[in-house]
């Protein structure tokens, strides 16, 4: 079995949790180098490795790059992608900068795997929230063709990055001791606090943040709809780690409700959490660490025909970060 | 000017709201008892009052009585609320035993006083998440005719009660010092999560739960739209306190953003906060406290024809219950 040579680029949440994604799975690598802006050393998944600082010559005999495009890594594959590229080694990258580029597949695994084929050494992992939510998404679209979504998200603070983790911890703790609270990496504090606002105003959709630019394009890029009608507002709340998503989508035909139900309990990487009764959902604190995307609250939509709402939950740095960017190598090292 | 004797029936939240808002303002009252299921002395608005037991004769001579409808309130207008009725007492309640009963106005002031008129006796005040949305809709339905709604919530925890307010503060004390955190109110931890329950399982909506069908129906009854499409997920999150609302508003003809901007602004009652390239809209942390309903993030919904999408964010102990029921009550001391 061939083993690979791989490269994380990028020693922050999304960079270490690549590391222990590829060790946990693992994955079939015969060196795993660590690459950030600069040198250090870092326990990741109870080893210690050595973090070396990201050059062009780092990517030299490297087979594959992962680069986690967040905090440290930002940047990076901009920097240092497409000269990898030229000298072989093929890059996954979760950062932002290319995935709407029309040489870049864009790729959910369980959802449009197919991209890969005649792929030209480059490949983007989509957005957090966007990974989860066409993973709830495609099962129903293949069946019923989904024309419309409208959605809102709940997002944890680990999206931002470890400060933003390290902010709300903070204002929590000064909450708790009575101390004057503090704030650094939102507009507003963020502890007791939802702030509409992720990312920085579009220049394309007027009055909409990046975040929900991204939520409609990269959807309509990964299903092949450029036509589909999708609107987000994205809000940041005060949980750590988990976004949640509250999903309207518009069918064709009128879905079945226990159809879609089985459709997707049954897609591979999907988990249905759906008793009403019993209050059983899922929600960003229980599912958090954990590798599926949860759906719940599975119903018919009373006020928009053929439409069917769910709230769909998932691990932001797990499966809409690392671990899909993980999937990918492995159907690559297949 | 005349003078009302008033009752406020519920010590909690809410009634101690009602009390302050009713000082506060200068309502004309002569006399002013506060009743709840056990006597007790408590300070409201720097005052000390004496909480008396609710009992039938507790009516006699009371003008206008202001049912809570929360914690130790909850229930006392179904055992108290006609009897007081039929012995000239006018009842506002803020419960939701009898807002969809069709003896009852259900009224928001700014929207629709006008169904106060040839009231008998009993007027409801409606759920503190339906008031905010039918502020923030009423302007463009008037001039727009509204005939769609989806709706997603972010809800703060004192709507659930001051058990709720201490279990969230308790949670994130526990949580800074290192503890174990208990959970007794709602169904999972709050603190650091989002939970898509408010209320029991509908029996009417399958699959929604009793604050979603609330929000349906209510905005019907208040909007005089039997017909208006409306579908709502409520979120609880945490949040100490005012709600934050995620509405898309379908019309029945193309709404001019600027002109949609002017009227929600110049209502009375509203607030715009919109001014996306400088972070400006609200939240539930900075509005906390104040009296008016905030709007921000107004903008074209590129995904649904004549639709709006909007961020309204309200005092719930206020607007959403106390400050309404009291503007009920000014309007029936003009």
Not at 124 to 144: D, G, K, L, W
Not at 300 to 315: C, G, H, T
Request: proline share 5%.
């Amino acid at each position: 079995m061939k083993k690979y040579r791989i490269a994380v680029v990028g020693a922050g949440m999304v960079g270490k949790k690549m590391v222990e994604i590829l060790v946990e799975r693992n994955f079939p690598y015969s060196d795993l180098k660590i690459l950030a802006t600069r040198e250090r050393d870092e326990e990741i998944a109870g080893k210690s490795f050595r973090v070396e600082e990201t050059k062009a010559e780092s990517f030299d005999g490297v087979d594959i790059a992962l680069f986690a495009g967040t905090e440290g890594g930002k940047g990076a594959s901009q920097l240092f992608g497409w000269d990898a590229v030229k000298k072989g080694t093929v890059v996954i990258d979760n950062g932002g900068d290319f995935r709407m580029d029309p040489r870049v597949p864009l790729v959910v695994p369980e959802v449009n795997s197919h991209h890969l084929k005649n792929h030209r050494g480059f490949i983007s992992n989509p957005n957090c929230s966007t990974i989860q939510m066409v993973m709830a998404i495609f099962p129903i679209h293949r069946e019923y063709t989904v024309d419309r979504i409208i959605v809102s998200t709940f997002q944890a603070v680990s999206g931002t990055g470890r400060n933003a983790v390290e902010e709300l911890e903070r204002q929590v703790k000064s909450y708790s001791a009575g101390e004057p609270i503090g704030r650094e990496v939102y507009p507003y504090q963020i502890a007791f606090n939802a702030i509409p606002q992720i990312g920085g105003l579009s220049d394309e959709f007027p009055g909409y943040y990046t975040e929900e630019v991204k939520m409609v394009k990269e959807t309509r890029k990964i299903l092949d709809c450029p036509g589909m009608q999708v609107s987000a507002t994205c809000v940041r709340i005060p949980v750590f780690n988990a976004h949640s998503e509250c999903i309207t989508v518009q069918c064709r035909r009128k879905p079945g409700l226990e159809k879609v139900r089985e459709l997707l309990g049954s897609f591979p990487g999907n988990s249905l959490m759906d008793e009403p009764s019993g209050s059983i959902y899922p929600t960003p604190l229980e599912i958090s660490g954990k590798d599926d995307v949860f759906i719940g609250r599975v119903r018919e939509n009373p006020a928009l025909e053929n439409a069917i709402d769910m709230w769909v939950v998932s691990d932001n740095i797990r499966k809409g970060a690392a671990l899909n960017a993980v999937q990918i190598a492995e159907i690559l090292a297949r």
